[in-house]
């Protein structure tokens, strides 16, 4: 693991940090923020660690001497209601995916939503957009970038998971009620494509939609999916699940660092990872 190379500074050497998650194996997540570290010369080190019982994470996170740590699957909620002080958006999404430990307290940020419009802004200007697929993570995504002054489109497969998004007052649509029309970004937030070769809607509707939009989104990493290959034919500028997970992580670290640094200087530390 690379950890930050000693520094001449009055900061207190080696802060730790972690991901907690299960599982946690598979994350990128202490390459990326232990690059950034030792690029910046700031005296942390990020580790993993596999939690099995959300209701340990606090007595965990605070039993490691952690200064920061993140949540992934399944502890987001967990890590929401082990925090003394929770922003306002991680409340209304019910997530925290960033815990920071502060004079005695702890307090849980959400970088997910805020890292995928980072993200998306660099795409261009982005006025509405449709997303596919109605689970956590379009809950979140729809609600930040409403927030944003975006209009924001909902389809999904199946109508139980639209219930959510209809209270919200989104316009929503299944497969059978869905036309399509045009919109700056396309965003896939099913999880289709993941561990299979599934579009996220049928192909008539989805060529129809792609041809009509500006920009393609996938929320999935590690991966070129079948969604993402009729966006390149099409020449579509587009980005994947890593970038977002490179613009929530950027944001933790700004929180990890108490702001020490700009975003684009971590930015710069920290994007050398996705080709590492
Ligand atoms: P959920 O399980 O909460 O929701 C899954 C959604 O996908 C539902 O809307 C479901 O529709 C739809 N779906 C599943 N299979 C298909 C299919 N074959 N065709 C069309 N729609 C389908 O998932 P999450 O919101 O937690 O995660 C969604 C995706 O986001 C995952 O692929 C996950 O890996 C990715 N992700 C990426 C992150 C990143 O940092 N890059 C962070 C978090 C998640 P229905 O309601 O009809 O079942």
């Not at 958006?89 to 005695?104: D, H, M, Q, S």
């Not at 409403?146 to 209009?151: H, L």
């Amino acid at each position: 693991m690379i950890c930050a190379k000693k520094v001449e500074t009055d900061m207190p050497l080696e802060k730790l940090f972690a991901l907690f998650g299960n599982p946690v194996h598979h994350s990128k997540s202490p390459l990326m923020h232990n690059l950034a570290f030792h690029t910046l010369g700031y005296p942390g080190c990020y580790t993993r660690w596999l939690l099995e019982d959300s209701g340990k994470l606090r007595d965990t996170f605070i039993g490691l001497g952690l200064e920061g740590a993140n949540i992934t699957v399944p502890h987001k909620e967990a890590a929401m209601r082990a925090a003394d002080i929770v922003e306002p958006f991680a409340l209304e999404v019910r997530a925290v995916n960033t815990l920071i430990y502060k004079e005695g307290k702890l307090y849980g940020y959400n970088t997910d939503a805020p890292g995928f419009y980072r993200a998306l802004k660099k795409l261009g200007p982005v006025r509405n957009v449709l997303i596919m697929g109605a689970g956590g993570t379009a809950r979140a995504l729809s609600l930040y970038l409403r927030s944003q002054g975006i209009d924001v489109e909902i389809v999904n497969r199946s109508a139980p998971r639209l219930e959510w998004f209809k209270k919200e007052g989104f316009v929503c649509h299944t497969w059978d009620t869905f036309k399509p029309k045009s919109h700056d970004a396309l965003i896939n937030c099913t999880s289709a494509g993941l561990i299979d070769d599934a579009l996220p809607m049928p192909k008539p509707l989805l060529d129809d939609s792609l041809k009509r939009a500006k920009y393609a989104v996938d929320v999935i990493y590690g991966k070129m999916t079948p969604f993402l290959k009729e966006a390149t034919a099409l020449g579509l500028p587009h980005f994947d699940g890593s970038e977002m997970l490179l613009q929530q992580g950027i944001l933790a670290f700004d929180h990890f660092t108490d702001h020490l640094y700009s975003l684009d200087e971590i930015e710069a530390a920290m994007r050398p990872f996705l080709t590492l």
